[in-house]
């Protein structure tokens, strides 16, 4: 059996563990903002007209560097199977690949921006690969924000990917009502606010992304439920917002002051976002305790995808061992067995791994019910 001390020392070990990862919701106020990034793929009418006509290009030149847009934003395939590389760091695998999409931004914006300005002289094949490189970007952003969010809360998969995604879809929008508001009609300056803005927004957001592999008070009861409410409510109402002010200008001749306080307003929309980590457990991420009743309930596809992805021991494929394996980490694992060992009357005593089983004479066969209990143990020790 495991020693107290040994348990003693896991449990702080432990401790100082998850001590070091960021708040989940944290972590979902930071992925939102990251994916207003996502979207400025759908962004490339707003300067295409500017390139066609500082480069002379026919329309199917054009059409050939929209391509090489379309190409990189939907190529999404090298960010996924980068971040799935690093699936094991929690930490190091999202701000990774969110560092890559960051560099690919900056890059791919700025030779646009040179080219469109005439400090570089480029011909159509290497504004082409301009383009693929500034819009492939959003599949990194995407890819570091949104599957980071989906692995913190697996038991609202589809919740979560459509709130990000949503954000992604209006994001263009949002990008194109800044251009409208500060920027018109001056498309080639608006390519190095692209190039600028989302590197800027992403310096601040890297830092606070991470997995965290275990369940937190923040997820017990209605929490996560509400916040996410809260999230969609606040993400329905800027869209019908971008939605209608953007018909309103299309249809009609707004003036420019119109248009930059319409800009003020959606920032202002976007400001509730910041509300999500309020009154969720502080900066740190805080563990659910494993004894509280909650906590099977919460946390048990957590508790299946964390052990799939740490690549920790197996455990036994009984569903109803299965059923009862939520929570338990191996520090927690470890004192709970050695608990069951020493107390009398749980049903559930074992001959310890190694030792010979006590002969009693006759073979005797343990009850259904003693055997149901012995599989459904709180934690699922082997």
Request: aromatic share 10%.
């Amino acid at each position: 059996g495991t020693s107290p001390r040994a348990v003693g020392l896991g449990r702080q070990q432990h401790k100082q563990n998850i001590e070091m990862y960021i708040n989940k919701w944290i972590v979902v106020c930071a992925a939102s903002f990251t994916q207003l990034s996502a979207g400025l793929p759908y962004c490339f009418s707003v300067y295409s007209e500017a390139l066609k006509q500082h480069f002379n290009w026919t329309q199917i030149q054009l059409q050939t560097v929209g391509f090489a847009c379309s190409l990189g934003a939907y190529l999404g395939v090298i960010s996924g199977l980068f971040y799935d590389w690093l699936r094991k760091y929690d930490k190091l695998g999202p701000r990774l690949t969110l560092l890559i999409g960051m560099t690919m931004n900056i890059v791919g914006f700025t030779a646009l921006w040179a080219a469109g300005s005439g400090y570089i002289n480029a011909s159509l094949w290497q504004v082409a690969i301009f383009a693929w490189i500034a819009h492939n970007n959003g599949t990194w952003f995407d890819t570091s924000s949104m599957v980071t969010t989906v692995r913190n809360f697996p038991n609202h998969r589809g919740t979560v990917v459509g709130a990000m995604k949503s954000i992604t879809g209006i994001s263009g929008a949002i990008y194109v009502q800044v251009y409208l508001g500060f920027f018109a009609p001056d498309s080639i300056g608006f390519i190095l606010f692209l190039a600028l803005m989302p590197f800027a927004i992403s310096c601040v957001t890297i830092c606070f992304l991470n997995h965290v592999p275990f369940v937190t008070t923040a997820e017990v009861g209605r929490s996560t439920n509400k916040r996410l409410l809260f999230m969609y409510g606040v993400i329905i109402v800027l869209a019908v917002y971008v939605t209608l002010t953007a018909l309103w200008q299309g249809l009609t001749k707004v003036p420019h002051h119109v248009s930059v306080w319409i800009t003020y307003g959606v920032g202002l929309l976007l400001a509730p976002l910041l509300l999500l980590p309020v009154r969720s457990g502080g900066f740190r991420a805080q563990p659910l305790d494993p004894n509280d009743p909650l906590a099977p309930r919460t946390g048990d596809e957590e508790g299946r995808v964390s052990r799939r992805t740490s690549g920790s021991r197996k455990t036994s494929t009984h569903p109803r061992t299965r059923r009862g394996c939520s929570l338990a980490t191996r520090a927690t694992t470890a004192s709970a067995a050695a608990t069951r060992r020493r107390l009398p009357g749980t049903g559930c005593s074992r001959t310890p791994r190694g030792a010979a089983p006590r002969s009693t004479g006759a073979r005797s066969r343990p009850s259904r019910r003693r055997r149901s209990s012995c599989l459904s143990t709180p934690w699922g020790e082997p």
